[in-house]
Protein backbone atom coordinates (compact mmCIF):
# COMPACT_ATOMS: atom_id res chain seq x y z
CA UNK A 1 0.00 0.00 0.00
CA UNK A 2 2.88 2.14 -0.51
CA UNK A 3 1.68 4.63 -3.32
CA UNK A 4 -1.51 5.43 -0.95
CA UNK A 5 1.12 7.19 1.48
CA UNK A 6 2.90 9.34 -1.65
CA UNK A 7 0.33 11.86 -0.65
CA UNK A 8 -1.33 11.57 -4.09
CA UNK A 9 -3.93 14.62 -4.13
CA UNK A 10 -6.30 15.12 -7.29
CA UNK A 11 -7.91 18.02 -7.92
CA UNK A 12 -10.74 18.43 -9.95
CA UNK A 13 -13.93 20.49 -10.50
CA UNK A 14 -17.90 19.32 -9.79
CA UNK A 15 -20.35 19.73 -11.93
CA UNK A 16 -20.62 22.96 -11.15
CA UNK A 17 -17.24 24.38 -11.82
CA UNK A 18 -16.42 24.65 -7.95
CA UNK A 19 -13.02 22.62 -7.44
CA UNK A 20 -13.07 19.66 -5.48
CA UNK A 21 -9.62 18.50 -3.58
CA UNK A 22 -9.98 14.33 -3.08
CA UNK A 23 -7.07 12.97 -0.92
CA UNK A 24 -6.44 10.92 2.16
CA UNK A 25 -8.54 11.77 5.14
CA UNK A 26 -6.41 13.46 8.28
CA UNK A 27 -7.13 12.63 11.47
CA UNK A 28 -8.36 16.26 12.83
CA UNK A 29 -10.99 16.16 9.88
CA UNK A 30 -12.46 12.55 12.22
CA UNK A 31 -15.47 14.57 13.76
CA UNK A 32 -16.57 16.05 9.93
CA UNK A 33 -16.02 12.67 8.56
CA UNK A 34 -18.36 11.00 11.48
CA UNK A 35 -21.14 13.83 10.95
CA UNK A 36 -21.25 13.76 7.23
CA UNK A 37 -21.38 10.01 7.24
CA UNK A 38 -24.81 10.09 10.11
CA UNK A 39 -26.36 12.68 8.19
CA UNK A 40 -25.50 10.76 4.88
CA UNK A 41 -26.97 7.59 6.01
CA UNK A 42 -30.08 8.59 7.97
CA UNK A 43 -31.27 10.12 4.27
CA UNK A 44 -30.27 7.01 3.39
CA UNK A 45 -32.24 4.98 5.56
CA UNK A 46 -35.17 7.02 4.84
CA UNK A 47 -35.18 6.82 1.05
CA UNK A 48 -34.65 3.35 0.77
CA UNK A 49 -36.72 2.31 3.91
CA UNK A 50 -34.62 0.89 6.32
CA UNK A 51 -34.40 0.93 10.29
CA UNK A 52 -31.26 2.67 11.57
CA UNK A 53 -30.45 0.26 13.70
CA UNK A 54 -29.79 -2.31 10.40
CA UNK A 55 -27.06 0.65 9.45
CA UNK A 56 -23.82 -0.84 10.91
CA UNK A 57 -22.17 3.13 9.85
CA UNK A 58 -25.05 4.93 12.48
CA UNK A 59 -22.77 2.92 15.29
CA UNK A 60 -19.87 4.20 14.47
CA UNK A 61 -18.17 7.36 16.36
CA UNK A 62 -15.14 9.46 15.53
CA UNK A 63 -12.76 6.60 17.48
CA UNK A 64 -14.07 4.17 14.87
CA UNK A 65 -12.76 6.51 12.08
CA UNK A 66 -9.95 7.27 13.65
CA UNK A 67 -8.89 3.64 13.70
CA UNK A 68 -10.49 3.15 10.14
CA UNK A 69 -7.52 5.59 8.93
CA UNK A 70 -5.41 3.30 10.87
CA UNK A 71 -6.72 0.25 9.12
CA UNK A 72 -7.99 1.32 5.96
CA UNK A 73 -8.11 4.11 3.59
CA UNK A 74 -10.28 6.89 4.36
CA UNK A 75 -10.90 9.63 1.70
CA UNK A 76 -12.26 12.57 1.75
CA UNK A 77 -13.55 14.76 -0.68
CA UNK A 78 -13.14 18.89 0.26
CA UNK A 79 -14.60 21.85 -1.39
CA UNK A 80 -13.18 25.63 -2.12
CA UNK A 81 -13.18 26.04 1.75
CA UNK A 82 -11.77 22.75 3.11
CA UNK A 83 -15.20 21.69 4.14
CA UNK A 84 -15.47 17.87 4.23
CA UNK A 85 -18.29 17.49 1.43
CA UNK A 86 -17.47 13.86 0.70
CA UNK A 87 -15.93 10.00 2.01
CA UNK A 88 -15.60 6.62 1.71
CA UNK A 89 -13.87 3.94 3.08
CA UNK A 90 -11.18 1.64 1.46
CA UNK A 91 -11.33 -1.82 3.12
CA UNK A 92 -8.36 -3.91 2.21
CA UNK A 93 -9.36 -7.74 2.07
CA UNK A 94 -9.38 -11.35 0.26
CA UNK A 95 -12.41 -12.21 -1.59
CA UNK A 96 -12.75 -15.17 0.68
CA UNK A 97 -14.37 -12.76 3.09
CA UNK A 98 -17.44 -13.03 0.58
CA UNK A 99 -18.17 -16.40 0.10
CA UNK A 100 -21.67 -15.37 -1.02
CA UNK A 101 -19.76 -13.69 -3.94
CA UNK A 102 -20.78 -15.91 -7.27
CA UNK A 103 -18.10 -14.17 -8.85
CA UNK A 104 -15.87 -16.04 -6.59
CA UNK A 105 -17.02 -19.35 -6.60
CA UNK A 106 -15.40 -21.18 -9.29
CA UNK A 107 -11.55 -19.77 -8.14
CA UNK A 108 -9.44 -22.57 -6.53
CA UNK A 109 -7.78 -19.83 -4.16
CA UNK A 110 -10.21 -16.96 -3.22
CA UNK A 111 -7.85 -16.32 -0.41
CA UNK A 112 -5.32 -14.92 -3.28
CA UNK A 113 -7.82 -12.63 -4.67
CA UNK A 114 -7.41 -9.01 -3.01
CA UNK A 115 -10.57 -7.01 -3.34
CA UNK A 116 -11.12 -3.40 -2.23
CA UNK A 117 -14.45 -2.94 -0.03
CA UNK A 118 -15.77 0.56 -0.20
CA UNK A 119 -17.72 1.18 2.52
CA UNK A 120 -18.45 4.65 4.62
CA UNK A 121 -19.27 6.05 1.16
CA UNK A 122 -20.91 9.80 1.94
CA UNK A 123 -21.99 12.87 0.04
CA UNK A 124 -22.99 16.03 1.45
CA UNK A 125 -26.50 16.53 0.56
CA UNK A 126 -25.85 19.58 -0.84
CA UNK A 127 -23.62 18.55 -3.04
CA UNK A 128 -25.24 15.39 -4.44
CA UNK A 129 -25.66 15.12 -7.76
CA UNK A 130 -22.73 17.28 -8.56
CA UNK A 131 -19.73 14.76 -9.09
CA UNK A 132 -18.35 14.20 -6.24
CA UNK A 133 -19.18 10.62 -5.67
CA UNK A 134 -17.73 10.22 -9.33
CA UNK A 135 -14.12 11.91 -7.98
CA UNK A 136 -14.32 9.30 -5.06
CA UNK A 137 -14.90 5.83 -7.33
CA UNK A 138 -12.73 7.26 -9.68
CA UNK A 139 -9.73 7.77 -6.91
CA UNK A 140 -10.52 4.52 -5.03
CA UNK A 141 -10.12 2.85 -8.72
CA UNK A 142 -7.24 4.50 -8.70
CA UNK A 143 -5.68 3.62 -5.22
CA UNK A 144 -7.29 -0.12 -6.37
CA UNK A 145 -4.90 -0.55 -9.83
CA UNK A 146 -1.98 1.18 -8.14
CA UNK A 147 -2.18 -1.42 -5.74
CA UNK A 148 -2.71 -4.24 -7.97
CA UNK A 149 -6.55 -5.16 -6.56
CA UNK A 150 -8.63 -6.28 -9.52
CA UNK A 151 -11.63 -6.05 -7.67
CA UNK A 152 -13.83 -3.24 -5.86
CA UNK A 153 -16.72 -4.89 -4.10
CA UNK A 154 -19.74 -2.66 -2.09
CA UNK A 155 -22.90 -3.37 -0.60
CA UNK A 156 -25.94 -1.08 -0.76
CA UNK A 157 -29.85 -1.34 -1.06
CA UNK A 158 -32.15 -1.91 -4.06
CA UNK A 159 -34.26 -0.12 -2.39
CA UNK A 160 -32.81 2.84 -3.25
CA UNK A 161 -32.93 3.03 -6.54
CA UNK A 162 -30.64 6.25 -7.05
CA UNK A 163 -27.91 4.67 -4.78
CA UNK A 164 -28.31 1.52 -6.84
CA UNK A 165 -28.39 3.73 -10.13
CA UNK A 166 -24.98 5.85 -9.78
CA UNK A 167 -23.15 2.15 -8.84
CA UNK A 168 -24.41 0.84 -12.12
CA UNK A 169 -23.68 3.57 -14.09
CA UNK A 170 -20.52 3.43 -12.98
CA UNK A 171 -20.11 -0.13 -14.29
CA UNK A 172 -20.60 -1.86 -11.15
CA UNK A 173 -22.59 -5.46 -11.43
CA UNK A 174 -24.95 -6.80 -8.72
CA UNK A 175 -23.58 -10.25 -8.07
CA UNK A 176 -25.76 -11.17 -5.60
CA UNK A 177 -28.87 -10.47 -3.42
CA UNK A 178 -28.75 -10.38 0.48
CA UNK A 179 -31.88 -10.23 2.52
CA UNK A 180 -31.23 -11.07 5.79
CA UNK A 181 -31.05 -7.47 7.20
CA UNK A 182 -35.15 -7.30 6.42
CA UNK A 183 -34.56 -5.50 3.30
CA UNK A 184 -32.93 -6.05 -0.34
CA UNK A 185 -29.22 -5.61 0.22
CA UNK A 186 -27.12 -6.18 -3.03
CA UNK A 187 -23.07 -6.98 -2.96
CA UNK A 188 -21.73 -4.74 -6.33
CA UNK A 189 -18.97 -5.43 -7.75
CA UNK A 190 -16.42 -4.34 -10.19
CA UNK A 191 -14.02 -5.47 -12.19
CA UNK A 192 -10.68 -3.26 -12.74
CA UNK A 193 -8.10 -5.74 -14.95
Not at 124 to 150: C, D, F, K, T, W
Amino acid sequence: MDNMNSGSEGEAPDSSGASIAVRQAMHWEAPAINRLIHDSMRTYSSLAGIREDHLDSLHDGVPEIIEAMRNSVVLVALDEASTVVGTVRLCFRNAEKYPEASIFKDQEHPDDIAVIYLTRFAVHQSNRGSGIGSLLISEAERIARSEGVPYMLLHTALSNEAVAGFYLRRDFYIDSVDLSRDYPRALFYKRLF
